[in-house]
């Protein structure tokens, strides 16, 4: 094809779409007649619950589908007209058939062939009628890895923050840090998208709140495609929420209740006729949960009776009340354009009560015990609006997708404080921190199709950020009547980035070997206005500018040797940009031994990264090693110093980071009993650089191994009942300043259908042993400090699920309902974001 042919491709598609978009209109629908039929074997037996898929040619609008009885007869409705018919059935092989239906009766007796072993069989959604069958957890695509929690028991009736406990090459510290690979800059994305739900700053509390019970998959996207955006060393992590393919009105309630206390009450509604589908997913519950942190810190060179060591413990319970809703549809203008709106609402309301003690011990002075009581509470309120209009030009998969994305939080946080020395009132704080947020997101993606196995995607993205803190510290001593201002600490900041990016891909295949070449651009503008109590103006008043400019290139490589058997080599080039509290200079003071500094000089991170992995899935086993390497220029380190006896904690650009390693997935149905789900990602690291934004340089060196291990084992014990044990384990991790121990963590999940198919029971306790505990040592030039941090002890929780409505009322027999296929029974309502 050459250059003048594609443009008059690109020329006439978009004169079309423009018709289309202007004169679109719904078709008249044709009286239908009533059809019958059979399913048979080849030994003409008949095959019962077999499902019979007839496709319209002309217009999808017009397909349907229904299910054989347990004697493998069939009837429903159809417009005349020529139809491709495809039947399926557990165990047997797919045919496909070609009819014209043209008046009303039987069409006969359709045949399909048994299959000589079953494998791969997955959850097919076929119009109103869902068939189960056994699924695969786990699944290697080009440029992403999808991972489908609905076997997950362990994480029943929890939060998206327990599901990403159990992703392969993803692991969650216990202060909600999440990781892929050792590194902690990953890019949380919602239906392809950023989210409201998630925050300003992708916190713990937000990963509480959205419920595991409405997420459909995972996608675990390492090295992202030029389609994505390129923000995130680490990759990306993909929420796709529930939506509902079947008709009519279907639903779903779930709730829970566990200790440490909690409670959940979910619902998926959705009704789906013609043109139309509706949905409403909604929430809440109440969560306890209890952090403890400790910290024993030696200090060496004492002069003058200074101090030698100080034993601090932080204690906090704390307990939150989420809820949220969300409700949108989907309208199909003609079939092959549709639009859709949504909106989302959360809540996150918690109290919490902590108790930090310290003990002070001097060279020539007696000890002194201080204790900070400290009572806060927050307040978070996040709004998304989203609409968007999907087209296709034709049926060879040329559309356009274009879509806005309007965001907004803001979040009261509120803590007084109490120190009391020696049994003695000494000081009294109040502080106040409040964020806003507000987000516009813009898309447009393109797909061209040229010949059968290539394919050009283009796209365009705008994205504008506006975060505003506003931040009150008071403190009251003894000795005074009122309280004043900290100064450093009493700040208000604006924070407002845009960047515009736009990106173009091709997709091909010669033979057996694929590709994908893309390359991004991405223009960035970052305004910092930042001002305090300080009297001078030089440290009161701030206004910081900074632009970015950067080609991102990614290409991706597939060899396929046989049918899922293949290799895999790809490279993306990424940007770690700071979060904006990373960069405000004074953002925290909860605790004044322990303080949280920003970095206003904070740049950008770059990684460039490489994978070279295989794949293969062979009768009941799949297995899939990836070796990788990432190379960070100015990576980000946190830099913990001490200054006059107070830590203080920094994020700060030091030279090179390089991680190595093996990331092997595998999944194992060693029997039609007991499965296997495992990860293991061996890698090394090597950091160099050296910081001299302290009175004395500071070196931050290291190199080493370390480990990271997941193996999930699920026991079926009948049709209708599952078990699972989960272990998980962390190796050590050593540079020159910071010192990580190992940490292990064994979890337990039930799960029992009950109600024929309509309903499941789940059991789970999370960390058995209670051993989920962080512990590390921090070296400094004039101290050693040994920390401890656990962010929620041992829990468990009883979940009961309720299904309603499942498409047009036909029964699913109850050989399918197979617990482990899949945990959650089918339970797919909801809708997109």
Do not use: C
């Not at 443009?7 to 209109?25: D, M, N, P």
């Not at 008949?46 to 217009?59: D, G, H, I, L």
């Not at 109103?128 to 997950?152: F, H, N």
């Not at 310290?358 to 609006?385: I, K």
Request: charged share 20%; proline share 3%; aromatic share 12%.
């Amino acid at each position: 094809m050459n250059q003048t042919e594609i443009i008059s491709i690109f020329t006439k598609k978009t004169l079309g779409l423009t018709f289309v978009l202007s004169a679109a209109a719904l078709a008249f629908a044709q009286d239908k007649v009533g059809i019958s039929g059979t399913v048979v074997d080849k030994s003409n037996q008949p095959v019962p619950y077999a499902s019979v898929t007839f496709s319209n040619k002309q217009s999808k609008l017009l397909s349907d589908a229904t299910l054989t009885d347990e004697k493998g007869n069939y009837k429903l409705d159809l417009t005349p007209g020529n139809y491709d018919i495809v039947i399926e059935a557990i165990d047997y092989k797919k045919s496909v058939i070609n009819k014209q239906i043209t008046a009303a009766g039987s069409i006969g007796a359709l045949s399909i062939e048994p299959e000589e072993a079953s494998t791969n069989m997955k959850t097919q959604d076929i119009q109103g009628v869902v068939i189960t069958a056994t699924a695969k957890p786990y699944k290697v695509e080009l440029d992403k890895r999808t991972y489908d929690p609905s076997q997950d028991i362990v994480s029943k009736g929890g939060s998206l923050q327990d599901v990403l406990s159990n992703v392969p090459s993803v692991s969650v510290d216990t202060d909600g840090t999440v990781s892929m690979r050792g590194s902690s800059n990953v890019r949380f994305l919602i239906n392809g998208k950023p989210s409201a739900l998630l925050g300003i700053d992708d916190g713990a509390n937000a990963l509480q709140s959205i419920p595991a019970d409405q997420i459909e998959r995972i996608e675990v996207i390492t090295n992202p495609s030029s389609k994505f955006e390129a923000s995130g060393t680490a990759g990306i992590l993909n929420i796709i929420l529930k939506k509902s393919k079947k008709t009519g009105f279907n639903g779903s309630v779930i709730g829970t209740l566990g200790y440490l206390p909690q409670t959940n009450l979910n619902t998926n509604l959705s009704w789906r006729k013609g043109n139309l589908t509706w949905f409403l997913n909604g929430g809440g519950g109440y969560r306890e949960s209890k952090n403890t942190n400790r910290n024993n810190a030696t200090f060496f060179n004492v002069e003058n009776g200074g101090r030698t060591q100080t034993d601090q413990e932080s204690i906090t319970k704390n307990k939150n009340n989420n809820y949220n809703v969300s409700s949108g549809l989907v309208y199909d203008i003609s079939d092959k354009t549709s639009v859709n709106a949504s909106g989302t609402v959360r809540t996150f309301e918690s109290d919490n009560v902590g108790n930090i003690t310290y003990d002070y011990r001097f060279l020539n002075a007696p000890s002194l015990f201080t204790e900070r009581m400290n009572t806060g509470s927050n307040n978070n309120l996040a709004f998304q609006g989203d609409f968007g209009l999907d087209h296709k030009f034709d049926d060879k998969g040329q559309n356009i997708s274009l879509s806005v994305s309007l965001q907004s939080n803001r979040s009261y946080n509120d803590t007084n404080v109490n120190q009391v020395t020696n049994n003695i009132f000494e000081l009294q704080n109040s502080i106040n921190q409040n964020t806003r947020n507000k987000t516009l997101v813009g898309k447009a993606d393109y797909e061209l199709p040229i010949g059968e196995n290539s394919k050009i995607e283009a796209g365009y993205r705008i994205d504008i950020n506006n975060n505003n803190y506003d931040n009150d510290v008071l403190e009251r001593y003894s000795s005074d009547v009122d309280f004043h201002y900290l100064n450093n600490f009493t700040y208000n900041a604006n924070y407002r980035e845009m960047f515009n990016a736009g990106y173009v891909q091709f997709k091909s295949k010669i033979g057996k070997l694929g590709y994908q070449v893309g390359l991004r651009n991405e223009y960035s503008n970052v305004d910092i206005q930042y001002s305090n109590l300080n009297p001078d103006p030089e440290d009161r008043n701030i206004d910081n500018k900074k632009s970015y400019n950067n080609l991102f290139p990614t290409v991706f490589l597939s060899y396929e040797i046989a049918k899922d058997n293949q290799f895999l080599v790809n490279y993306s080039r990424r940007i770690d940009r700071p979060r904006s509290f990373f960069l405000i200079p004074n953002p925290s003071y909860s605790d004044n031994q322990n303080i949280f500094e920003g970095n206003i000089d904070l740049n950008p991170s770059y990684v460039d990264s490489y994978e070279f992995g295989y794949s293969i899935s062979k009768g009941k086993f799949t297995i899939n090693p990836t070796i990788y390497f990432r190379h960070t220029t100015d990576d980000v380190k946190m830099l913990v110093y001490s200054d006059q006896g107070v830590f203080k904690t920094k994020p700060i650009n030091l030279g090179t980071d390089d991680r190595y390693g093996l990331d092997l997935n595998f999944n194992w149905d060693a029997t039609k009993w007991l499965k296997f789900l495992g990860n293991v990602d061996l890698f090394g690291y090597k950091t160099n650089g050296t910081y001299n934004g302290l009175s004395e340089p500071f070196s931050f060196e290291g190199s080493g191994f370390a480990t990271r291990a997941r193996l999930t084992s699920t026991f079926k014990v009948d049709k209708t009942f599952s078990f699972q044990i989960q272990g998980f384990y962390r190796g050590g991790q050593k540079t020159q300043s910071i010192d990580r121990k190992d940490m292990y963590a064994l979890n337990f999940g039930a799960s029992k259908t009950i109600w024929k198919g309509d309903g499941t029971l789940s059991f789970n306790i999370q960390d058995i042993f209670n051993t989920r505990a962080m512990e590390s040592t921090a070296y400094g030039s004039n101290f050693v400090r040994d920390s401890y941090m656990q962010w929620q002890p041992r829990q468990f929780a009883l979940s009961l699920t309720y299904r309603f409505k499942q498409g047009e009322k036909i029964e699913q027999p109850k050989r399918k309902k197979d617990i482990n296929s899949n945990a959650t029974g089918d339970d797919q309502q909801g809708g997109p974001m």
